[in-house]
């Protein structure tokens, strides 16, 4: 067991300053209402071209994200690499559907890639196959509806773009997380990713794809790839995380009448994010895994698999990850317990990292209990500091 209430350890990278502006963040954001009403003046102000940026950049932009661009991250690589904590870097421009969009998340990706071979400090790199192609045709492939030829070729470029960012990656040795998306793009996803695997994993896990278990088909998924990895004798390697999509899956499935893919329940998706871990951690002599989560329960269950598999907390076939600005207890304590541990760090120019920003804000709101917790635990530091002074 490793305690995650130790927020001495949660918060030591942190001063006095960035524990109070943490604090007035995960205030605001637990209140529906404000996140509500700072997402609509947020998107007036950028479509009236109102100076922003800085208030964006001083506040939520420095909670949860490295940098706008990869020079500016140095300093959040370095701050966390002092606590043993590796650094994701994530280029999070979203919403891309122009060549120029995609040609510019390809120069990104690779020029993580060069910098993760470079600086050890930066176990992973990520892309979202999003980030290099159009959605509609990724959900045209991935319900295997008939192309047109300009369509067939535009996948073919696709195909190459995912073949020159995991054979770079191949050639350097580096790590590459392919980030899971919407169910009805995520067949194509899935190809793509198998095949990279196929291909580069044979030596040592390089490429790893991500399973959300929310969905109630992914236990089996999982089953079938780890038995195809065997058979194949390449490497499977896993990023395993919940899943990001629940409302928007919800949606389409009521308003195109099919059934949702998700779990009915959390507690569903709960049982099967254990069992995956239990089944990855079994079969890690032909798998490498990435618990991508801030529940802290799963994160003392991977421990809990790894001490009843006799595996060592340093092998680097298995990972924990947290997303910059959040859950620190957990990445924190973990890293001191000696965890492989990385934190995600987003990065771009602050107007393209709005809508990530905006999720994320989002995204906490919905977990009330996130919330809850972060603010308990920041409460808790201040009051741990008021005491020493
Ligand atoms: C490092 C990292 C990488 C990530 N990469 C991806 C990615 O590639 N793709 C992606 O989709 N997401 C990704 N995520 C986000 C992730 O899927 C979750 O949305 C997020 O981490 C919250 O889940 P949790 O396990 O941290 O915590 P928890 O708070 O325990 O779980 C919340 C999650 O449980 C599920 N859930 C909640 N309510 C219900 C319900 N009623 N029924 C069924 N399920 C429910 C949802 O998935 C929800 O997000 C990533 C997260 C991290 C930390």
């Known amino acids: 067991m490793v305690s995650f209430d130790n927020t001495e350890i949660a918060f030591?990278?942190?001063?006095?300053?960035?524990?109070?502006?943490?604090?007035?963040?995960?205030?605001?954001?637990g209140n529906n209402s404000l996140v509500n009403l700072g997402?609509?003046?947020?998107?007036?102000?950028?479509?009236?071209?109102?100076?922003?940026?800085?208030?964006?950049?001083?506040?939520?932009?420095?909670?949860?994200?490295?940098?706008?661009?990869?020079?500016?991250?140095?300093?959040?690589?370095?701050?966390?690499?002092?606590?043993?904590?590796?650094t994701i870097l994530n280029y999070s421009a979203e919403g891309n559907e122009t060549e120029s969009d995609f040609a510019r998340a390809m120069s990104e990706v690779l020029s993580t890639i060069d910098l993760a071979h470079r600086n050890p400090?930066?176990?992973?790199?990520?892309?979202?196959?999003?980030?290099?192609?159009?959605?509609?045709?990724?959900?045209?492939?991935?319900?295997?509806?008939?192309?047109?030829?300009?369509?067939?070729?535009?996948?073919?470029?696709?195909?190459?773009?995912v073949e020159e960012i995991c054979s770079k990656a191949s050639e350097l040795g580096v790590r590459v997380f392919i980030d899971a998306e919407e169910s009805w793009i995520q067949q194509a996803i899935d190809d793509l990713a198998t095949n990279a695997m196929q291909k580069h994993n044979r030596e040592k896990p390089?490429?790893?794809?991500?399973?959300?278990?929310?969905?109630?088909?992914?236990?089996?998924?999982?089953?079938?790839?780890?038995?195809?990895?065997?058979?194949?004798n390449y490497f499977l390697a896993i990023k395993l995380v919940r899943g990001a999509y629940m409302e928007k899956e919800r949606e389409r499935a009521s308003a195109k009448?099919?059934?949702?893919?998700?779990?009915?329940?959390?507690?569903?998706?709960?049982?099967?994010y254990e069992r995956a871990l239990r089944l990855?951690?079994?079969?890690?002599?032909?798998?490498?895994?990435c618990a991508g989560t801030h529940n802290e329960k799963s994160c003392q269950d991977l421990i809990k698999?790894?001490?009843?598999?006799?595996?060592?907390?340093?092998?680097?076939?298995?990972?924990?990850?947290?997303?910059?600005?959040?859950s620190d207890q957990i990445s924190y304590n973990l890293a001191s317990a000696g965890y492989n541990i990385a934190k995600f760090v987003p990065y771009g120019p602050v107007k393209e990292v709005i809508p990530y920003l905006i999720r994320r804000a989002e995204e906490?709101?919905?977990?009330?209990?996130?919330?809850?917790?972060?603010?308990?635990?920041?409460?808790?530091?201040?009051?741990?500091?008021?005491?020493?002074?």
């Open 206 to 232: 390089l490429i790893y794809n991500t399973i959300q278990m929310y969905r109630s088909d992914r236990l089996e998924f999982l089953k079938d790839a780890i038995l195809k990895a065997k058979n194949e």
């Open 39 to 86: 997402k609509t003046a947020t998107q007036i102000a950028i479509g009236l071209h109102l100076p922003i940026e800085g208030m964006v950049k001083a506040t939520i932009f420095k909670q949860f994200c490295g940098g706008t661009d990869l020079k500016t991250c140095d300093k959040t690589i370095d701050d966390l690499a002092k606590f043993n904590i590796g």
């Open 364 to 389: 906490n709101t919905a977990m009330a209990g996130q919330v809850g917790r972060e603010l308990a635990l920041i409460m808790q530091e201040k009051k741990r500091r008021k005491s020493n002074n």
């Open 121 to 161: 400090k930066i176990p992973f790199c990520v892309f979202k196959v999003t980030g290099i192609a159009r959605f509609d045709l990724l959900a045209k492939v991935s319900a295997q509806a008939e192309l047109s030829e300009a369509e067939r070729k535009e996948y073919e470029i696709v195909e190459q773009r």
């Open 280 to 289: 990855l951690v079994e079969n890690s002599k032909h798998v490498a895994t």
């Open 305 to 326: 698999i790894m001490e009843d598999h006799g595996i060592s907390k340093i092998d680097t076939n298995i990972y924990f990850a947290q997303l910059l600005g959040m």
């Open 257 to 272: 009448n099919y059934d949702s893919p998700i779990h009915v329940s959390k507690k569903n998706t709960d049982m099967d």
């Open 12 to 29: 030591s990278s942190k001063s006095n300053s960035d524990i109070n502006r943490a604090y007035l963040l995960f205030k605001l954001i």
